[in-house]
């Protein structure tokens, strides 16, 4: 069975650095696309970054800031998060797809962790 698990969340302040992990089994993970969502209390489940063989791709908040990778080996993906800012205190999740229409839409995505907690004080 699929699974995929995170790790990494935590409490920071303003300015500080958190890396987020992902560890995904059950899958041919290299053939795979992932993405890494976020979701605040009381607002929907937005993009934040996604990664094909060849391509990443961020939302334009965090552009600059957050840096996806992948390591087919460790079947792991990992989200770099720095400068980090009170607004992106949320619940972070990873998530599969085998392909689908568009990269950044939740519904293109076939399985997801269980989040974890980010939370960035001021």
């Known amino acids: 069975q699929v699974q995929l698990v995170e790790s990494g969340g935590g409490m920071v302040q303003t300015g500080g650095s958190l890396r987020l992990s992902c560890t995904v089994s059950g899958l041919t993970f290299s053939r795979w696309h992932m993405g890494w969502f976020r979701q605040a209390p009381g607002k929907e489940r937005e993009f934040v970054a996604g990664?094909?063989?060849?391509?990443?791709y961020y939302a334009p908040s965090v552009k600059g800031r957050f840096t996806i990778s992948r390591d087919n080996a460790k079947r792991t993906v990992d989200l770099q998060m720095n400068m980090l800012k009170p607004e992106d205190t949320a619940v972070y999740y990873c998530a599969a797809r085998q392909g689908g229409t568009y990269y950044y839409a939740v519904r293109s995505y076939d399985y997801w962790g269980q989040g974890t907690q980010v939370t960035v004080s001021s």
């Open positions: 990664i094909t063989w060849d391509n990443t």
